[in-house]
Structures are given as C-alpha cells and as structure tokens.
C-alpha cells in the first residue's frame, strides 16, 4: 500500500484510529504554544505585511486573522496566520523530519474549522491528524530531501495541511488522496530563506496551499492523486527517499508525541548547546579563551551564521546565541535578538571566539560544549533535546512561557478553551485581540 492510500485512509477516519489522550494532550499544549507564539509576533513585519495584504484583498469574511478584528477567507487566514505564528520562531520543532509541524497545519485547521462550522473537539483532531501526517511525509521524504535544500516545514507541513482541511470538510479517503496529488504541485519551501522574512512565510504558504488543495478537491477539482510519489511526483522530484519507516505503525504509533517544544527564542538546533551552557553558568566572559561546539553536520548549514547583523540572523547563529547567554541576555527573552544586540563589540569579541565543528556521532537532537579558560581549564558539557519530559513539566514550561509572552491573565483563559475543548469562538475571539 502506497503512502498517498495510507495517509488518505488514516485523515478519512477510514481507518479505525484511536486518538490516545497522551497525543490529544500534547496536540492541546502545542496549539497553546501556537497560539501565544503567534499573538507575541502580531507586530513583526513578516506578520504585518501579510496580514495587510490580506486584508487589502477582503473577501468572504469566514475566517480569523491574529491580531485583528477582520475576518477574511479561509485560504487567506491560514497563509497570514501561518506566517505570524512562525514570524518569532519559536514555536514546536519535530526532529524525526527537521520541521516545524504546527506552524503549518493549526493554521490550516483553524481557517477550515471556523469556514465550515466545526466544534473545536473536531479541529483539535484534525489539527492532530493534519501534524502526525506531516510529521510521517517528512520521514518518508528523508533527510536527502532537507539536505538538498527544502524547508519540511513548507514542504512536509503541506500535506500535513491538506489532509486537516480536508478531514474537516469531510471529504471520503478518495477526495483526501487527490487532496494530496493537487498540494504536491503546490508545496514549497527553502532553507536558503532561513534568516528571512522567507522563512516564516514558508509556513504561511504550507497553510495556505493545503486549505486551496482541500477546497478545490471538494468543489469537485481533479488532479494527479499518485502525485506524492509517482515518476515525476514531489518526492522523486524533490529528493525524497522514499523510506517506509514513515508509514509503521500509522494509527497505532503517534511520532507527534515527541514534538519538542522552545524554550529558547531562537532556531531549535541552538537549544541543546545553550541548555549545555546553562550547565556551566556563570561563565566570565573575559576568563574564556575559546568555545568549542560540537553538533550534528546538518546544522552546519542551518544555524551557523557566523556574523549575523540581524535579530533574524543571531536567531540562527551558535557563537551569537552562546555570546548573548554568557553576557547575560535571556535567550528566551524576544527582545534580546536585536541588530543592536549584533553589533555590540562584547558580543562580536566573544563571538568570535566561538568555533564549531560537525561530529555524525553527535545526534540531531543534541550537542557538546567544551569551553577553554584563559587559565587552562576546561568545562565540558553536554545536552540532547531528546531527554524524557514528562507531560506535566511540559505543561508547566509551556504555560510559564505563555504567561511571559502575552502576560498570566490571558495565557490562563487562552489555555481554559483550549483544555476544554468546547468553544472555537472563545478561542478565535482571543487571538483577534490586537494586544
């Protein structure tokens, strides 16, 4: 059976999948990180531009905007929203395919939820179906594909978009499997955005092309539906590999419980070294002579900015990020990342000092710190994001972040809704709030 057939079956409810409380409850914490992330980052400029522009197009007024109280179409929403909640990138990172699954499928699911009627038990499902199959075509798709040059999270986040949509709008497996061959000649994505406004928009247009896929399908639109993995599809196209361990255990296995959260507000590959540097603090930034870090190859070409001038850019550099944690800036602080903040002369003097290298004995998820003192000694440290967190604590670093981002009162009654799972208007009513 194909990954199309499978993938199809499992969104249409074809199949019978049982949704553990474990995976709805991690859904639930991500949609809150979601949604504080997205409310924190209404102002940014990737944020305001695309929500302009929507706005200046009007249309049908079905959907949400964050930060703000016009409504605008389905497809519109999810592209300006998407984009929002990935303008700050800080949201949740799944490391089984390096992309950022919520940023482009809750976005898609909201849009279609509110356009079509649904409950908000029935989008936090769909949401949860929507990310586990991203999650699922990013493994199938393989490393080679982000390797190569594509961002998961505009590609992978796609089809992950796609089948949420057209879960809530009720489409049979037949309609999600062509569903899934029309968003194949839309998904898209570049890590050479990465340290752009680009790069946000990727999940705006994951959203977005996934709510046009599902709507034109249910309007009756015909497409290639082996276009995911046929000869000239996206994958044999894009550099997938193809690998079956994508599809094991679909329905029974949920990969989506072992999202990673931030808890730094920077790119996910930097967290293991600064929760390594955490380990050592305090270091005197005038006592180092030299910080060594060591980390799986394919962050190399992700998140080592070596001289990065931008507040954008220090989100994607080590030495800047290890710079800032030493000399006292809060790294999970949004304002801490700044041009200001790059082109302080303490910072570029540590910086400079910074030196990375790859290591493929390193895991992914994780990274070593050796810092050398003026006097000789040496500190060593070690951290991998993928140590055990038990939901609880997660809950609590969540809703701790929440309450800094957007302050204790709404973070506690954005997260009511959420856990209750009664009221989509509650929820929307919330994030069209302007401040």
Same mark, same amino acid.
């Given at each position: 059976?194909?990954?199309?057939?499978?993938?199809?079956?499992?969104?249409?409810?074809?199949?019978?999948?049982?949704?553990?409380?474990?995976?709805?409850?991690?859904?639930?914490?991500?949609?809150?990180?979601?949604?504080?992330?997205?409310?924190?980052?209404?102002?940014?400029?990737?944020?305001?531009?695309?929500?302009?522009?929507?706005?200046?197009?009007?249309?049908?007024?079905?959907?949400?905007?964050?930060?703000?109280?016009?409504?605008?179409?389905?497809?519109?929403?999810?592209?300006?929203?998407?984009?929002?909640?990935?303008?700050?990138?800080?949201?949740?990172?799944?490391?089984?395919?390096?992309?950022?699954?919520?940023?482009?499928?809750?976005?898609?699911?909201?849009?279609?939820?509110?356009?079509?009627?649904?409950?908000?038990?029935?989008?936090?499902?769909?949401?949860?179906?929507?990310?586990?199959?991203?999650?699922?075509?990013?493994?199938?798709?393989?490393?080679?594909?982000?390797?190569?040059?594509?961002?998961?999270?505009g590609t992978a986040g796609a089809f992950g978009a796609a089948l949420a949509a057209a879960r809530l709008m009720g489409l049979d497996a037949q309609g999600c499997a062509?569903?899934?061959?029309?968003?194949?000649?839309?998904?898209?994505?570049?890590?050479?955005?990465?340290?752009?406004?680009?790069?946000?928009?990727?999940?705006?247009?994951?959203?977005?092309?996934?709510?046009?896929?599902?709507?034109?399908?249910?309007?009756?639109?015909?497409?290639?539906?082996?276009?995911?993995?046929?000869?000239?599809?996206?994958?044999?196209?894009?550099?997938?590999?193809?690998?079956?361990?994508?599809?094991?255990?679909?329905?029974?296995?949920?990969?989506?419980?072992?999202?990673?959260?931030?808890?730094?507000?920077?790119?996910?590959?930097?967290?293991?070294?600064?929760?390594?540097?955490?380990?050592?603090?305090?270091?005197?930034?005038?006592?180092?002579?030299?910080?060594?870090?060591?980390?799986?190859?394919?962050?190399?070409?992700?998140?080592?900015?070596?001289?990065?001038?931008?507040?954008?850019?220090?989100?994607?550099?080590?030495?800047?990020?290890?710079?800032?944690?030493?000399?006292?800036?809060?790294?999970?602080?949004?304002?801490?990342?700044?041009?200001?903040?790059?082109?302080?002369?303490?910072?570029?003097?540590?910086?400079?000092?910074?030196?990375?290298?790859?290591?493929?004995?390193? *895991? /992914?998820? $994780?990274? @070593? &710190?050796?810092? #050398?003192?003026?006097?000789? +000694?040496? !500190?060593?440290?070690?951290?991998?994001?993928?140590?055990?967190?038990?939901?609880?604590?997660?809950?609590?670093?969540?809703?701790?972040?929440?309450?800094?981002?957007?302050? *204790? /009162?709404? $973070?506690? @009654? &954005?997260?009511? #809704?959420?856990?209750?799972? +009664?009221? !989509?208007?509650?929820?929307?009513?919330?994030?069209?709030?302007?401040?």
């Open positions: 059976m194909n990954i199309t057939r499978q993938l199809s079956d499992f969104a249409s409810q074809k199949t019978n999948t049982v949704i553990p409380q474990s995976a709805m409850r991690m859904m639930q914490l991500s949609l809150l990180d979601w949604a504080v992330v997205g409310m924190a980052g209404r102002d940014e400029p990737v944020s305001r531009i695309t929500r302009e522009m929507v706005l200046e197009e009007a249309g049908a007024t079905h959907a949400s905007l964050i930060g703000h109280e016009t409504r605008v179409p389905a497809r519109a929403a999810a592209l300006a929203n998407g984009a929002t909640s990935h303008a700050l990138d800080y949201d949740d990172t799944h490391f089984a395919h390096i992309g950022h699954p919520s940023v482009a499928v809750i976005p898609a699911a909201l849009a279609v939820a509110e356009t079509s009627g649904a409950d908000a038990a029935a989008m936090q499902e769909a949401a949860l179906i929507g990310v586990e199959a991203s999650v699922r075509v990013g493994v199938w798709l393989g490393r080679d594909h982000y390797q190569t040059g594509f961002h998961q999270t062509m569903a899934l061959g029309l968003v194949a000649t839309r998904a898209s994505g570049l890590k050479s955005q990465f340290g752009t406004m680009g790069k946000p928009f990727n999940a705006g247009l994951a959203a977005s092309n996934g709510v046009e896929a599902a709507m034109l399908v249910a309007r009756g639109f015909e497409a290639n539906p082996d276009a995911l993995e046929s000869a000239q599809g996206f994958g044999p196209t894009h550099a997938g590999q193809g690998l079956v361990e994508g599809l094991e255990g679909l329905g029974q296995d949920w990969l989506f419980e072992t999202v990673s959260h931030k808890f730094h507000a920077c790119c996910h590959g930097l967290h293991a070294a600064l929760e390594a540097g955490l380990t050592l603090a305090p270091l005197n930034a005038e006592q180092i002579a030299r910080i060594e870090v060591t980390t799986h190859p394919r962050w190399m070409t992700v998140c080592n900015q070596i001289a990065p001038m931008s507040g954008l850019g220090a989100k994607f550099s080590y030495g800047t990020v290890l710079a800032m944690q030493i000399l006292g800036h809060d790294t999970a602080v949004l304002d801490s990342y700044s041009a200001a903040v790059c082109a302080d002369p303490a910072v570029k003097a540590l910086r400079d000092r910074v030196y990375i290298s790859a290591d493929d004995a390193v *895991a /992914e998820t $994780a990274t @070593r &710190l050796r810092v #050398v003192l003026q006097n000789g +000694t040496v !500190l060593n440290a070690t951290h991998d994001l993928n140590a055990p967190m038990t939901l609880d604590l997660r809950q609590q670093k969540i809703q701790s972040k929440a309450r800094s981002l957007i302050g *204790a /009162e709404q $973070a506690d @009654r &954005l997260w009511s #809704v959420i856990s209750a799972q +009664t009221d !989509l208007a509650q929820l929307t009513a919330i994030l069209r709030s302007p401040k």
